[in-house]
């Protein structure tokens, strides 16, 4: 079985066991939400759901009006039901690091108004500790004009390297749909407390967000290679 179809059962699963009739669904970003996307669609044709969906970033929204589902957002919706997401690595505590798409600001703040919030993901996100297995580090979203300080206040805190992300190499930096820049921080101790960490970095000024997930993230399903998901 391919990764995209690893991707495409724990998405499915996902939509069946959690999207109800009447609700408000928070729709996350990247690969493997394109599955839960269409899975939905297929749903409110077929079993005539209602269902408003608050997207988490410019490509949520593009998917929602693709597949012509109701559009909503925060103003009016301000309490999710469940929202469904991707990761880029999931720990044993449920510990998330996200970003990976550079979504990670408004994916956490849809994450934040949900009563519950489930990964989908293939097998290769499913890790003990991060870092085991996603090697591109903890994205951090800052205003632009601080991202020098903040990268060295993140190396001096915790240590480890810090690049600002661009998208082709010698381009300029990627923007997020919040006009603002993505650092990667690649951290060597995989043991720190990322409550802390999360709630530290957080606190220097002209950090936005961290893809840092602690403690929000309910369940995650990861497609195995088999073709079956595993729970957790
Ligand atoms: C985007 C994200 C994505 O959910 C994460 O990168 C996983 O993406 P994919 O499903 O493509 O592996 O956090 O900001």
Redesign the pocket.
């Known amino acids: 079985m391919s990764l995209e179809q690893a991707?495409q059962v724990a998405a499915y699963r996902a939509v069946d066991e959690y999207v109800m009739n009447n609700s408000v669904f928070g729709v996350?970003?990247?690969?493997?939400?394109?599955y839960a996307v269409q899975r939905l669609a297929e749903r409110v044709e077929t079993e005539n759901l209602k269902v408003t969906c608050v997207p988490?970033?410019f490509q949520a929204k593009q998917l929602i009006l693709k597949h012509n589902l109701t559009l909503g957002e925060l103003d009016t919706n301000p309490r999710i039901d469940v929202t469904i997401?991707?990761?880029?690595e999931v720990d044993a505590n449920m510990t998330?690091?996200?970003?990976?798409?550079?979504?990670?600001l408004q994916?956490k703040i849809v994450a934040s108004c949900s009563n519950k919030m489930i990964v989908?993901?293939?097998y290769t996100?499913d890790s003990s500790k991060l870092g085991d297995r996603y090697k591109k580090g903890i994205?951090i979203e800052v205003v632009p004009m601080a991202y020098v300080p903040i990268k060295n206040k993140v190396i001096a805190l915790f240590g480890g390297d810090v690049k600002l992300r661009s998208a082709i190499a010698k381009a300029g930096p990627v923007v997020t749909d919040n006009g603002n820049f993505i650092l990667d921080w690649l951290f060597t101790n995989q043991d720190l407390d990322w409550d802390d960490v999360n709630k530290t970095i957080k606190m220097i000024p002209g950090v936005v967000e961290t893809?840092l997930f602690v403690k929000m993230c309910q369940k995650a399903y990861f497609g195995q290679p088999e073709g079956n998901v595993i729970e957790r």
């Open positions: 991707k996350g970003s990247g690969s493997t939400v394109v988490t970033s997401d991707g990761a880029d998330l690091i996200k970003g990976g798409g550079g979504c990670l994916e989908i993901a293939d996100k994205p893809g």
